[in-house]
């Protein structure tokens, strides 16, 4: 099995700094992209920064320039530094690996169970 652990979520003040954080342990073997999205009340999920094995990323334009994402092969842990928030970032924040599990031929998306990531204005 893989668990992924998040950390890091809270509450911030409009223009402040968060910095979540999401390990992979388990059986996991291999890993491909990992990456965070959110999702808002009311609102559909979304994707907010996917970094991939070679360490290319992309980011939804509504966070470029503010939002920095970055992994650790050695921790199989990803990261998401947040800064210059704005209350449209709140949001339930959550990380997802696509990896391949021990004894398996495939990769597969794992998710993490979300992180609050509150703004106020």
């Known amino acids: 099995q893989v668990q992924l652990v998040e950390s890091g979520g809270g509450l911030v003040q409009a223009g402040g700094s968060l910095r979540v954080s999401c390990a992979a342990s388990?059986?996991?073997?291999?890993?491909?992209?990992m990456g965070w999205h959110r999702q808002a009340p009311g609102k559909q999920r979304e994707l907010v920064a996917v970094i991939r094995s070679g360490g290319s990323t992309n980011y939804a334009d509504s966070v470029k320039g503010r939002f920095a994402i970055s992994r650790d092969n050695a921790k199989n842990t990803v990261y998401l530094q947040m800064n210059s928030l704005k209350p449209e970032d709140t949001a339930v924040y959550f990380c997802y690996v696509n990896g391949m599990e021990s004894g398996s031929y495939y990769y597969r998306d794992y998710w993490g169970q979300g992180t609050q990531v509150t703004v106020s204005s």
């Open positions: 388990g059986s996991i073997f291999s890993i491909n992209r």
